[in-house]
C-alpha cells in the first residue's frame, strides 16, 4: 500500500534451546523490547523521545540449534533510514554503557512475573512442562525454567551483548510501500 509504513528488522543469530547463555539472551531481549509491565529501550527511544517508530520491539527467537534477536521498528517511509541509524545508535549505545541494577532487577522480574502470568492456562503449563521435558532437563525442572532470568548478572549481560550485537553478523531487512 503506498500509505503504508516501512519495517525494519535487524536480526543477529545467537544461541538456542539450552545453552548456558539462553537466559541471557532472553533478558538482553526485555531489556531492548520490554517486559510486562514496562517498554523497552528502543520503545522509550525510537517511539517516545525521538517520535521516529509506529512501533518497535525486539524478541528473541529460539531453536533447537540456534536461535535469533530480532530487533524490529516501522516508520513512515521517509523516515525509515533515520529510524534504522536510531535503532543502531540505542544497540550502540546499550554496549557502551551496559544497563544498571535497577534497570536489570526490573527487566529480571518482568520476565518471571509475566512468565507466570503466562500460565494460567492449563494447555500453557502443559506445553511448558512437555519442553521442559524434552529440551529442559525434565519436567520436574520446569518452574526452575521460569526462573533462570533471576540469575543473570549486568556481566552476562554485557558479554552476551557483546557477542550477539555484532554488525558484522547482522542481516538487515527493510520493506516497504512500492515506490511511484
Same mark, same amino acid.
Given at each position: ?14 544461541? $538456542?534451546? $539450552? ?10 531481549? !526485555? ?8 517498554? =523497552? ?9 525521538? $517520535? ?14 540456534? *536461535? !535469533? ?21 540505542? #544497540? ?13 532487577? =526490573? ?10 502470568? *503466562? ?6 503449563? !502443559?506445553?511448558?512442562?512437555?519442553? !521442559?521435558?524434552?529440551?529442559? $532437563? ?7 525454567? #521460569? ?32 515506490? =511511484?
Amino acid at each position: 500500500r503506498e500509505e503504508a509504513p516501512t519495517a525494519t528488522i535487524l536480526a543477529f543469530p545467537t544461541v $538456542g534451546h $539450552g545453552h548456558p547463555d539462553d537466559p541471557a539472551v532472553q533478558v538482553l531481549s !526485555a531489556v531492548l523490547g520490554g517486559v510486562a509491565g514496562g517498554a =523497552g529501550r528502543l520503545f522509550d527511544s525510537l517511539r517516545e523521545r525521538l $517520535g521516529l517508530a509506529y512501533s518497535v520491539g525486539c524478541g528473541f527467537e529460539r531453536g533447537l540449534g540456534g *536461535g !535469533a534477536l530480532l530487533c524490529t521498528v516501522e516508520a513512515d517511509p521517509d523516515r525509515a533510514d533515520e529510524a534504522l541509524a536510531a535503532l543502531w545508535a540505542e #544497540l550502540d549505545a546499550l554496549l557502551e554503557d551496559g544497563v544498571t541494577e535497577a534497570e536489570l532487577e =526490573g527487566v529480571r522480574t518482568g520476565l518471571v512475573e509475566g512468565a507466570v502470568v *503466562g500460565l494460567q492456562r492449563a494447555a500453557s503449563r !502443559a506445553e511448558l512442562i512437555a519442553a !521442559a521435558e524434552r529440551y529442559g $532437563g525434565g519436567a520436574e525442572r520446569w518452574q526452575a525454567l #521460569l526462573e533462570r532470568p533471576r540469575a543473570v548478572t549486568a556481566e552476562a549481560l554485557a558479554d552476551v551483548a557483546r557477542r550477539t550485537l555484532r554488525r558484522d553478523r547482522a542481516v538487515a531487512v527493510q520493506v516497504g510501500p512500492a515506490e =511511484g
